[in-house]
């Protein structure tokens, strides 16, 4: 842990300091931990590290709701370490372990084991667990004894709870707890396990397609059971249109439910499964341009809440394989950040040539989709001043640079997996520095630890 690791003293020099307070131009100091002093200028002293910062963005670090690990069970395709080190490069200071393993997440026993495992990660791991046992969808978990355990989000991502009688129990459970459950929205019946979405592009590709009801279906399921129990929910990973109007009517309604949004669904469509290249396969699947600029939409007036990577590792030999027979999954852990900035602050589309006009953010509004509500909602953020620049809060900060271009290679990162669908792409604006609990991490985009 950054606790168990010496200290440096820092003075960062002429950044944008930017948080929910606003923009401000100026200088801030590092001692300890924790940011001591904050000023339009400073001078340095003695035994102090000078970080010139001109003309780069001072962020609160980053919290991702939505991290595969793969440890225990997975270990060729990510380790804590090395999916931690992954997320320290693209400056978050927390990761939600998503329970997927093998084991399951789902018992007291096995979230102590993980948590000894993330004590030597160079950043917080929040480990949510199972809402079924094995996320077979049968029988809930104890999710009391998981609570009682400190377990706040409860997940079988991967896939939807698909019994109604259980989703509903599993509410009331939570609501009695004071958890959140986080829904994969995925019913089975509709989407019959198709490797992509269903539309013109499976059509011509001769592939099955996933209808987009399957994520429609399970969404206006889980808004009804949410509202008749006066219960919470986060919505993993939402991709089309229609579901992000239905979370947008329920919000205006007063209804308690949170939902994140995934890079690749706000800048890739289906027609990148015309290279039948298995790193394009996804669960849920890519879909329209339509529902692409239904997410920008849905980021910009705040219907969703954050922007989550699903982070979800595959070995290569295992995603090798033809499209319609590889696993489902992307990793994004190094890249989340610079692919919403290209696409979404500076107007460089990647891929979706037609996304010109779409809605535009700020980084302000970057902070709050991944810092200030990710970190609420995975309930990361107790410590006084965690997620602000202020005198006082601690130190786990990211300095971005974003007039910086650069090409992603697969083969130079952090994590075990290459299945990254941006390889070879140009991004502008890359973290250069990342302080975790006052201790320089990542330095000139590069692991320090």
Request: aromatic fraction near 4%; charged fraction near 25%; proline fraction near 5%.
């Amino acid at each position: 842990m950054a606790s168990e690791r010496s200290l440096g003293s820092f003075l960062l020099r002429g950044a944008t300091l930017v948080d929910a307070a606003g923009e401000r131009l100026g200088d801030l100091r590092v001692r300890a931990g924790k940011i001591v002093e904050i000023a339009s200028s400073l001078a340095p002293v003695i035994d102090e590290e000078v970080i010139e910062s001109e003309g780069c963005y001072l962020l609160p670090a980053f919290v991702d709701l939505h991290t595969h690990l793969r440890e225990p069970g997975g270990e060729r395709a990510e380790t804590i370490l090395s999916g931690t080190g992954a997320g320290a490069l693209g400056g978050y200071r927390c990761v939600v372990a998503m329970p997927n393993t093998i084991p399951t997440i789902d018992s007291v026993e096995v979230v102590r084991h993980l948590r000894q495992l993330a004590k030597a990660a160079p950043i917080e791991v929040a480990i949510s667990a199972a809402i079924t046992r094995g996320r077979r969808g049968e029988e809930l978990v104890e999710m009391s004894e998981l609570a009682a355990e400190g377990v706040v989000l409860f997940t079988d991502d991967g896939r939807g709870v698909q019994d109604d009688g259980l989703m509903r129990a599993a509410l009331e459970m939570a609501s009695t707890l004071g958890v959140t459950l986080g829904q994969h929205c995925e019913h089975e019946g509709h989407a019959k396990g198709a490797p992509m979405h269903e539309g013109a592009w499976s059509s011509r590709l001769g592939l099955a397609g996933q209808p987009r009801l399957a994520e429609i279906a399970m969404v206006a399921r889980d808004l009804a059971l949410v509202e008749e129990l006066d219960a919470s929910m986060h919505f993993l990973h939402l991709s089309t249109a229609e579901a992000i109007e239905m979370v947008r009517t329920a919000r205006a309604r007063g209804l308690r439910v949170t939902a994140e949004a995934t890079p690749h669904h706000l800048a890739l469509t289906h027609a990148e499964v015309a290279s039948f290249d298995p790193v394009f396969r996804v669960n849920p699947p890519l879909r329209e341009s339509a529902d692409v600029r239904a997410v920008r939409t849905g980021l910009v007036d705040g219907t969703i809440d954050a922007i989550a990577t699903d982070h979800a590792p595959h070995s290569p030999e295992t995603k090798d394989e033809p499209f319609d027979c590889a696993p489902p999954g992307m990793i994004g852990l190094e890249t989340a950040f610079a692919v919403a900035h290209t696409e979404l602050v500076v107007g460089a589309h990647l891929r979706v040539a037609n996304a010109s006009g779409a809605p535009m953010l700020t980084m302000g509004d970057l902070v709050r989709l991944f810092s200030t509500a990710p970190a609420r909602i995975a309930r990361v953020d107790d410590q006084p001043g965690s997620g602000t620049i202020t005198v006082g809060a601690p130190a786990d900060l990211v300095l971005f640079d974003p007039k910086v271009q650069w090409r992603v290679d697969e083969d130079r990162g952090a994590s075990r997996s290459r299945n990254t669908p941006f390889a070879h792409l140009d991004l502008v604006g890359r973290i250069r520095h990342h302080l975790h609990d006052g201790q320089l991490i990542v330095r000139d985009a590069k692991l320090v630890l």
